[in-house]
């Protein structure tokens, strides 16, 4: 659950930063959405195959994964394929334990 909205969580250990996509962000609260800032100027996602992504917002917002709520920095990404992507800033940040098995 991210920000009191349910959405599927893809992990994904390879991902740098943790992402969700414009529609997601969209349907969060206001409360939320008005928080949002534009993301550092340095800032630019490169995916595996060298095309980049751009982040429209950053911003704050509390993530629950089995019962245990952190708030983390997430940023904001038009054209993200998936609504939510848990990077590796999140696994390492919060120590989360992912089990394969």
């Known amino acids: 659950?991210?920000?009191?909205?349910?959405?599927?969580?893809?992990?994904?250990?390879?991902?740098?930063?943790?992402?969700?996509?414009?529609?997601?962000?969209?349907?969060?609260?206001r409360y939320y959405r008005q928080k949002a800032q534009p993301p550092p100027p340095n800032l630019c996602l490169q995916l595996?195959?060298?095309?980049q992504l751009c982040v429209k917002y950053a911003l704050s917002l509390p993530i629950t994964i089995s019962n245990s709520t952190r708030v983390h920095r997430i940023y904001v990404v038009p054209k993200l394929w998936r609504s939510c992507i848990i990077g590796n800033d999140l696994i390492r940040k919060h120590n989360l334990q992912i089990d394969g098995g």
């Open 48 to 51: 595996a195959d060298r095309s």
């Open 1 to 29: 659950m991210v920000a009191g909205r349910r959405t599927t969580l893809l992990i994904d250990s390879g991902a740098s930063l943790t992402l969700i996509n414009l529609q997601f962000f969209l349907q969060l609260p």
